[in-house]
């Protein structure tokens, strides 16, 4: 065979191979887009899906909203209660359980008053103009309370409109941290003829009930501070008239208790107790979102 012929087969074989190869590469690229368009066409399917679902849900919202359905994730609240033995501040967030019912975690900060407290502001006996500090006669402590606990927000009666009120049963309960400060005043001792700042030293003091002149001042005795470990519960109703779900104003009205392990006294001529219960009345305000 002459080389001539040799070379024309050998280019034949290799025409039909390069085919070969070109045909299987350009399967494999129209493979390629086919299943890269089938993919792309899915995964716009799947957003398209999640996109009218996003939207049924949020309009879902908007019609619950509109029939005064209480809609959200979380919310915050700020407050202030009003005892029948003291003043509380709070603060409370929640967590959007079901429709009717959000957990809840709170912490507490107030102080606990007898019901013999009486205040007196000194004068000048001549002018009968206010002079120095005024002071609680007889008080021995002053009696601060820090609570921390968990509870629960449940619905009882949507807002029925917009404009409505929502009114939710409050209930929880937790830990107490009871602080008992020594309360100061400014007395005349006629033994030394000078004035000086003295707390109650027990029945054989004379000196803190006979002879005081004005208050100490607030910050005297937080050196002083002793604490007491209690335990904490309440329970109560929340009005909440908000206009809008993102924005929380409520009254809440209700009850408390607090159980200390030791005797909490207060003042001199009262008895000192372990445990202490009131009613109390709070204005709140919050976001949700």
């Not at 999640?50 to 309009?59: F, G, N, V």
């Amino acid at each position: 065979m002459s080389l001539h012929n040799i070379y024309y087969k050998f280019t034949i074989i290799n025409l039909h191979m390069y085919r070969k190869i070109i045909l299987l590469s350009l399967c494999f690229i129209v493979t390629g887009q086919i299943f890269a368009q089938q993919q792309e066409k899915k995964a716009e399917s799947e957003k398209d899906i999640k996109r009218q679902e996003r939207r049924q849900h949020i309009a879902d919202l908007i019609k619950r909203e509109e029939e005064g359905a209480l809609i959200y994730n979380k919310q915050s609240l700020f407050g202030f209660k009003l005892n029948t033995d003291g003043w509380t501040a709070i603060y409370e967030h929640g967590k959007y359980k079901t429709i009717n019912t959000t957990n809840t975690w709170f912490v507490e900060i107030g102080e606990r008053k007898s019901h013999k407290e009486e205040r007196i502001t000194p004068s000048d006996p001549y002018t009968g103009y206010p002079v120095g500090n005024s002071f609680i006669y007889g008080k021995r402590n002053v009696f601060y309370n820090v609570n921390i606990g968990i509870g629960q927000q449940r619905l009882i009666g949507g807002k029925g409109t917009k404009n409505g009120v929502a009114v939710s049963a409050i209930y929880g309960g937790g830990f107490s941290a009871g602080l008992l400060k020594p309360y100061y005043v400014t007395v005349y001792n006629p033994n030394t003829g000078e004035t000086q700042d003295v707390k109650y030293q027990g029945p054989s003091d004379t000196v803190f009930l006979n002879y005081p002149i004005s208050g100490a001042g607030l910050t005297k005795g937080f050196g002083e501070m002793k604490f007491m470990p209690g335990l904490v519960a309440h329970a109560g109703l929340r009005f909440d008239y908000g206009r809008y779900n993102e924005l929380l104003s409520a009254l809440e009205i209700g009850v408390s208790a607090e159980f200390y392990t030791k005797d909490m006294p207060i003042m001199v001529d009262a008895e000192a107790k372990k445990f202490f219960y009131n009613a109390y009345i709070a204005i709140e305000f919050g976001f949700r979102k």
